[in-house]
């Protein structure tokens, strides 16, 4: 008897904690990609204007480059998603020839402001809803937004090699 009340106090448990993690707040969400904006323009703003245009290699992108496709996927992500038009065309971003230090860093913080504006638009039950993202992918649309938040991440985490081949050091890392 003690083993099946311990095993569905465990279950209780588990369903608790999924539960709540399904649930994250949409202000919470905000307030972690509020936070990663600001990381990126530490990023953004470490670099300097000569090492925009870096590349450890010949045949992978440049510092600016990086941040751009960040960008491109800012937009993408969040349009597929939520089914709305993303006012930069899917790639568009990574086209950009005007590489300059304030020209990235005004593109990828409008991208930002992209994701933050319209998830101030959804409510949880939004998040919770089906999408189909870029055709292919059924998910909710919440995990299209963790899927996006990986990414940003991952790029970012990217650029820390550039700066450091730059002589920069990196920002601090910013978990809260």
């Not at 608790?16 to 530490?42: G, H, P």
């Amino acid at each position: 008897m003690n083993t099946k009340k311990t095993l569905l106090s465990i279950a209780l448990f588990i369903g608790a904690v999924l539960f709540s993690y399904a649930q994250k707040s949409v202000d919470e969400s905000i307030q972690d990609w509020e936070r990663a904006k600001n990381y990126t323009k530490e990023y953004l703003d470490a670099m300097p204007e000569s090492g925009y245009s870096l590349k450890p290699t010949p045949e992978i992108r440049s510092f600016a480059e990086v941040m751009l496709h960040l960008t491109d996927a800012n937009y993408g992500f969040t349009a597929g998603a939520l089914s709305i038009e993303s006012p930069v065309a899917f790639g568009e971003s990574d086209k950009t020839e005007d590489i300059s230090k304030e020209n990235v860093t005004k593109l990828v913080l409008a991208g930002y402001d992209f994701v933050i504006a319209n998830l101030k638009k959804v409510t949880v039950d939004q998040l919770n809803e089906k999408t189909t993202l870029f055709g292919s992918f059924e998910m909710p649309k919440r995990t299209a937004f963790d899927k996006l938040f990986e990414h940003q991440t991952h790029h970012r985490g990217q650029t820390t090699l550039y700066l450091r081949l730059a002589g920069v050091v990196p920002p601090n890392e910013k978990l809260f």
